[in-house]
């Protein structure tokens, strides 16, 4: 075993761990330029990103595999290109969600509601579930090779960001930017808290449509009514139809009588009533519908909510009071029937609203809650996109951005529950509200002391959207928050480009005066090979944990990015991961290879320098090593380019086909021949493998950073142990701060040698393409003959190469400017202006040839004589002409075979 031998496979189980201490242990993951030390240099540039924060009891899956992906791939590439690079990492305590879970916990565990422990040990009962389960997410982040600053990791319930959020209330409190008050919100009647308008989900069901009779006061005729909802009937306060609609008409401004309450409403009046749709009335519920609370606002109507906070019916309800909202449907209902005011009933399809959270359905409700008043937030967050400050990529979601941003509501910001940041409000018995930077002791307006704070939290969203710049020391002026803000780019899922980024974009302008981010970045949904969502119910959900512990986290993180582009959904299979992890494993080979080659070698003759002149177009290196550098070079160009579009999936691929094909399948290859020659030619070649290893590993690294990282430690070792040590001095201790391949300018040699090599690749593929569709066994040698016109020199110059690789007898390859004589009983190949004979009889037996062939020919016939009395037939008559047509196919099929065979034998 030489010193440096590496295993035969890589082992990805036992390195992944060990290269991430070694990485967090160097202090990697840190900024090289900190303000917080000495030595800062404020001019240095800084790439920044903030981790959107996943929910603090949240478990990985495969949305938190691509974002991390994404954005360490980011990261570290901006890193290895000299930037002062900062990844913030953190958690949301996800309002809602982390209650359920305690929730659940409590009665499952100890039979419990929070009511019944009370609002202080509730809290502090979900601040120890967070201490015991907030860091396996974290955990599994880092799994992911997340290159964070977990010195910098913060929590949006924190001392530092609960007073940023603090801060943030009170600044809009003080503009008149928040304001209280009764509106319609969507109430989640199990969560017993407000929703807001994107935490709805509308799904496409299968309702019932009932059809009634509003009867008018005092009289026997009636409106037919429609709804959906019938139990809202109880809190009507008007029917609608349009003015031009002739059938009501003459109801307008008279009276009708709401069913089972007898309360009488009006008949008003609207241009929003559809005449096509259903009877072309409405019945208007403003306290339980947008639409209708929309019109009651317009015609003064009072408001009527007729269900509580559980979703049951309240006092408005008369006789249905206490009843659940859909008990009160079948009770309302029946007894509508049995008053002779029922007209029929029909099944039909409409969108119904669902809590994101819980999948029960969302009940529209009059409720006083928070509100932002967003629209000149909004306005401010539409100019920073519009006047370019601020790019989203890809571009086609900014239409989207600026059609919600144009039509955005205020924000409801107040949530019924007890995790979170608690609303800065106190009240006095008076009424007076009092908000302040720190608590109160007394009532700002009139002194007293019998002051009780809000009972509501915000909303998770108001913290979150203050994260670029909570996280570095805001409100405060510190060192991080000077130096790294603004931000550079935010990378999320264009899923949440309302919940989070545009709110994120309001804050930042709000609050700091300036964009919290340059660039938005919007990656896809992971869906599965099929391209349906991943879902417990279809059972195809992929654990990325298990696909790490099987196949690898770099095969994992590889098949996210390249088969991912910017705002589009990906499939994902495991047969594309295995996929990659061959190529892990393809690029652990080549590297095996490299480190031998260099332990085989001897010490040069010439010095180093002289034989790394020309950068690999001049001096002694080969045609295939002067292709590889410039095919590297050419790569390094495209990548570049890559990344600057946001093509990362294209970049990987791009490296991909460098790898595995011109670096491992053509160069390797002719490698082996030239290290076996030794001296000074092995030295040669061994160098341009390492310069060539080394640049692709840097390449790669952002893609597949364990395998790389462990690979390049390996090949800094080896070539500091070897006569080309010189290579080493600029490399640092690991290739994590490695420096990235930079462009270079082309300096004239490369479109020549790589039309050359080009044409040696050709001429090889074509005779192994027929040496497979001869059958000709891979270790039998062939003899050829090549008419190589102009390329003569070249071609004689690279004989070695071209009998190597294509399997040639290089004592029997001739190569001249034409051929004299040229032989009949040779396959003649031609690519481009060179002619390539190969003489059959050396390729094969030809008695077992002629046999073979004299079967096949015989085999056709048959068939050609079967079709032929076939179609002579009835048959083709009384079939359909499609059958009849095939056949004829069939037939003209195996005569051009069977001419193409006797060919052959002659």
């Known amino acids: 075993m030489t010193k440096h031998e590496l295993p035969k496979a890589y082992d990805f189980k036992s390195t992944e761990a060990r290269i991430y201490a070694m990485w967090e242990a160097g202090g990697y ?51 290895m290109k000299g930037f002062s690079t900062l990844w913030v990492p953190g958690s949301d305590h996800a309002g809602i969600a982390t209650q359920l879970m305690v929730e659940r916990d409590l009665l499952r565990t100890e039979e419990v509601t929070r009511e019944e422990i009370g609002r202080d040990a509730f809290v502090e009962r979900t601040w120890e579930w967070k201490r ?68 709805v989900e509308y799904s496409e069901e299968e309702a019932m449509l009932y059809y009634f009779k509003y009867m008018l006061a005092g009289s026997d005729e009636f409106i037919p009514v429609a709804t959906i909802r019938p139990e809202t009937i109880l809190g009507d306060t008007a029917v609608a139809v349009h003015p031009d609609d002739e059938r009501y008409k003459k109801y307008i401004g008279r009276k009708v009588v709401v069913p089972m309450l007898g309360r009488e409403i009006p008949v008003i009046a609207d241009e929003y009533v559809s005449m096509e749709f259903g009877t072309g009335a409405l019945k208007i519920t403003p306290g339980h519908d947008p639409n ?90 539409l100019e920073a996109v519009k006047d370019g400050r601020i790019k989203i990529v890809p571009e086609r979601f900014e239409k989207v951005y600026y059609n919600w941003l144009e039509n955005i509501k205020d924000w409801c910001i107040s949530r019924q529950l007890w995790w979170g940041h608690r609303i800065p409000v106190w009240y006095c018995e008076n009424g007076h509200m009092t908000t302040g930077r ?20 915000l909303d ?25 803000y603004p931000t550079s780019y935010m990378e999320t899922g264009y899923d949440i480009l309302f919940f989070w980024v545009a709110r994120m974009i309001m804050s930042g302008l709000e609050y700091t005066g300036q964009i919290p981010f340059h660039t938005v970045y919007l990656h896809g949904l992971v869906r599965d090979e099929h391209g349906r969502k991943m879902s417990k119910t279809y059972g195809n959900v992929i654990d990325p944990l298990i696909v790490m512990d099987d196949l690898g986290t770099d095969a994992l993180r590889f098949t996210l990015l390249v088969g991912s582009s910017p705002g589009n ?77 946001f093509q990362y999936g294209e970049a990987g691929r791009q490296i991909y086909e460098f790898f595995w094909s011109d670096f491992a399948d053509w160069y390797v290859e002719i490698a082996k021949q030239e290290l076996a020659e030794g001296g000074a030619r092995a030295t040669r070649a061994a160098h341009t493998l390492v310069r060539v290893f080394d640049m692709a590993l840097r390449l790669l690294h952002p893609f597949t950073p364990f395998v790389t990282e462990e690979l390049w430690g390996h090949l800094r070792r080896a070539v500091q142990d070897s006569p080309l040590k010189e290579l080493e001095k600029a490399w640092p201790e690991a290739l994590i701060i490695a420096r990235w391949p930079e462009p270079r300018d082309l300096e004239g040699w490369e479109e020549s040698k790589m039309a050359d090599f080009a044409l040696i690749q050709e001429i090889v593929r074509s005779i192994r ?14 003899s050829a003959s090549i008419a190589a016109g102009d390329k003569m020199d070249l071609l004689q110059g690279q004989s070695k190469i071209l009998a190597s690789l294509a399997g040639l007898d290089l004592s029997q390859l001739s190569i001249s400017a034409s051929l004299t004589e040229k032989s009949a009983d040779s396959a003649v190949l031609v690519v481009g202006h060179v002619e390539i004979y190969l003489p059959l009889a050396g390729m094969l037996d030809l008695a077992e040839e002629k046999t073979r062939l004299e079967k096949e020919l015989k085999e056709a016939q048959s068939h050609i004589e079967r079709l032929e009395k076939l179609l002579g037939s009835d048959f083709a008559n009384k079939a359909p002409a499609p059958v009849v047509a095939k056949e004829r196919e069939k037939l003209a099929n195996y005569k051009e075979m069977a001419e193409k065979i006797k060919a052959q034998l002659k």
């Open 460 to 484: 998770t969203w108001f913290s979150s959207g203050l994260w670029p710049f909570s996280t570095l020391g805001w409100p405060d002026e510190t060192p991080d928050y000077k130096y790294f």
């Open 29 to 79: 993951f840190k900024p090289w330029n900190d303000p917080n030390k000495p030595g800062f240099d404020p001019n240095v540039k800084t790439f920044v990103i903030s981790i959107p924060p996943p929910n603090v009891t949240g478990e990985l899956h495969l949305g938190h595999a691509m974002f991390v992906s994404v954005e360490d791939l980011m990261i570290r590439y901006h890193r």
């Open 292 to 381: 209708d609370y929309a019109i009651a606002q317009r015609h003064n109507l009072p408001i009527i909510s007729m269900l509580d906070e559980a979703a049951r019916v309240n006092e408005n309800g008369g006789p249905y009071k206490g009843q659940d909202r859909f008990d009160a449907r079948k009770n309302l209902w029946a007894d509508m029937k049995a008053a002779g005011l029922v007209i029929k009933e029909e099944k039909y399809m409409t969108t119904i609203p669902r809590s994101q959270r819980g999948g029960e359905i969302v009940e529209p409700m009059i409720s006083t809650q928070w509100f932002v008043k967003i629209e000149p937030l909004a306005k401010a967050a």
């Open 438 to 457: 720190e608590d109160p002791t007394e009532c700002s307006t009139c002194h007293s002391k019998n002051i009780h704070q809000d009972e509501d939290v």
């Open 769 to 782: 393409n027929l040496r497979a569709e001869k059958n000709v066994a891979p270790s039998k040698r062939i």
């Open 132 to 199: 015991k389960y907030g860091s396996i997410i974290t955990e599994q982040i880092r799994r992911l090779g997340a290159s964070c600053d977990w010195s910098r990791e913060r929590f949006t319930l924190d001392d530092g960001l609960s007073r940023a959020v603090r801060e943030a209330f009170v600044r809009l409190y003080e503009k008149g930017l928040i304001y209280r008050g009764p509106r319609l919100i969507n109430w989640s009647p199990g969560l017993k808290t407000a929703v807001s308008d994107l935490e």
């Open 569 to 645: 959904d990906m499939n994902l299979s495991l047969s594309k991961v295995e996929s990659n992890r061959n190529f892990a494993n393809k690029v652990w080979n080549a590297g095996r290879f490299v480190i031998n080659a260099l332990d085989s070698l001897t010490p040069p003759s010439a010095p180093l320098s002289e034989l790394g002149r020309g950068a690999g177009g001049e001096g002694d290196y080969t045609l295939a090593d002067s292709w590889i550098w410039a095919r590297l070079q050419q790569l390094i160009r495209d990548v570049e380019r890559l990344f600057q579009a």
